[in-house]
């Protein structure tokens, strides 16, 4: 196996990639070709990434290696240790589904759009992801997330012939660079303690960065990367740019790119810095509330399945905060079994995330390429004419709302733990954050499981809603394809989810601040047991007991029913036809839950009624719309954008065109300068 994790390995994985993207713009004239080679050399890129993550994972070792580069500070390294190499298993394991997806999702793009031009990005997107999780310096890693970021705002931009796509990726852009001026702005910090950019030289150089340092740092990060991961108010980009994007990108971008942002703040909170501060933590799990709560609360208000999906990932980004944060407390205290705990459960819905997340946006996908519109009320009935779609949709659905037995419950149920155990073991003053936290999470499961009802029952049931929906055909066989085989990940991870956490727990237990913890018991794949006893529990057992629950009431049924007639007549409708005006529509499903949180959500509605004569008395059609105010806009955005215009204004001022007053400029900056030489001196 050893021949397997040598970095030659690990260049010819990048090579497919690279030969995927090249070879799609020397082929950019013939759209059928561009798709096929781009698109299996992405499939074979990312085969291969699963195979090495994977090997280095079950080896245990951490192979690395180096370019020559004659930039000073700049090293062209990688080193692939075992957190490196879960995030790449991650990303590899979605970009082979959506990979295998796109060869037949991207003809309906033909003589529109350049398939050359989307297999390109699309190639450089996910090699740039591997790289980012891998780099070994700085400066390096600056540049590989800066290609990771273009490659995914010309993703974001490939529909140009749309303003609103133009639009999402100008906010993708510059909310993107915003947060890589605070990236830059860590890193430069680090570099000021340790006197180097490699990673290796910043765990060892950080030990005697000062308090104040170590909290400036931790503030830089986790701004840069939480805009990139999503986090509320930091999201505002999110719901624009990935329901711009195409279909198999957006779960690329919602399922993996967004979780580089989590890989860092790990890497930095807990593997860089030495020791964490308890306020880190507590910030954390406060962000992770919010994010969690408000997110689930967005998506339940949308109409735009694209957009509804994109609200879902703030959601599941705050729950793998809320694991985050509480690793960093117990970090704090000292507590590092508990620590790996809170990591592990984090990991675990960071993989879960992906793989159900992922699942979802490509049956979005193929129900858009179905009946050509995102919004819900167009739908209805296409479990009829969509069978297979609408199953893996419901796999997909039941995991995000954290049902028994799929992967979902389990994380949640990890995460759950970690609080509980938050709760016993502090003060009164952290205890009630731990308790805010397990409350937030668990009102967040009940709306994710209410949100992804209406998602699937609006979209699937009752009657079609549109011309649309009426004659739209089941899916393309590579969609299926890609459909089914994540839908078997996500049972997987459920069924085997104590293997799974046994192989997370070495991956906590690599990191500097957590060396050697252990997260749980693992009984084999049987069951998993937390702190001594203290919860317990066997997804086997829940799996293989709610299968036998569900065949012994359907044979019940069968046994009773089997002799009953079944007369099959005209729905009672109160005397008039029965259309599909009569069914709930998504608006209607989500309105009380939006009225009840009008403090938060701040609802704005607006009703239209017509009148068969102009009198006014008999009303013909109804018709309630309800919007959401954009708070972040009028409250944070706005605000600072009119701040920034301001004080540009006044900058302006400096450029007057006068030589005289340049040539002061360069003299007050001397002064300036030689002064604070002489302070450091």
Known sequence: MDFLITPAAYLIMLAFFAAGALGALLLWRNDRAANAWSHWLAIAGSAAGLIFSGAVLYKGVAPSFAAVSSLPLLSLSFRIDRLSAFFMLVISLVALACSIYALGYVRHYYGNYSI?????????????????????????????????????YFLVVYENREPSSIRAGSLYFIMTHAGTVFIIIAF??????????????????????????????????????????GIIPLHVWLPSAHPAAPSHVSALMSGVMIKTGIYMMIRIYLDFLPGSYLWWGLALLVAGAISSLLGVLYALSESDLKRMLAYSSIENIGIILLGLGSAL???????????????????FHTINHAAFKALLFLGAGSVINATHTRNIEKYGGLIKVMPQTAFFFLIGSIAIAALPPLNGFFSEWLTFQALFQGVMAFDVATKVVFILAIGSLAFTGGLAAACFVKAFGITFLARPRSEQAMHASESARSLLVAMAGLSLVVAGLGLFAGVVLGELTP????????????????????????EGGFASVSMPALFFGLAAVIATVAV??????????????????????????????AEGFSRSLITVMRGVLRPSSETEIEYHDASGYFPRIGTVTMGLHDIYQTYIYKPLRDLT????????????????????????????????????S
């Open 645 to 680: 215009t301001m004080v540009a204004g006044q900058v302006t001022k400096v450029q007057s065109g006068n030589v005289n007053a340049y040539i002061l400029y360069i003299f007050l900056t001397l002064i300036g300068l030689l002064f604070f030489l002489d302070v450091q």
């Open 507 to 530: 991956v906590a237990g690599s990191l500097a601040n957590l060396r050697g913890a252990q997260a749980a018991d693992v009984a084999g794949f049987r069951s998993v047991s937390i």
């Open 116 to 152: 050359g031009v989307l297999g390109f990005f699309y190639n450089i997107f996910i090699a740039s992801m591997i790289a980012v999780v891998t780099a070994h310096n700085a400066l390096f890693f600056l540049i590989v997330w800066e290609v990771m970021a273009l490659a995914s």
């Open 556 to 585: 019940a049924v069968r046994i009773l029913a089997r002799r009953r007639k079944v007369r099959t007549g005209p729905t009672w409708d109160c005397g008039t036809d029965l259309t599909p005006r009569m069914e709930i529509n």
């Open 329 to 347: 407390v117990f970090q704090s205290f000292g507590l590092d079994s508990l620590a790996a705990l809170g990591l592990a459960a984090a990991l």
């Open 188 to 229: 430069l910090l680090m570099y000021r303690c340790a006197g180097s950019f490699d990673f290796g030289a910043l765990r060892d150089g950080l030990s005697d960065a000062s308090p104040l340092m170590r909290n400036a740092i931790f503030v830089s990060a986790l701004i840069g990367f939480g805009a990139k991961a």
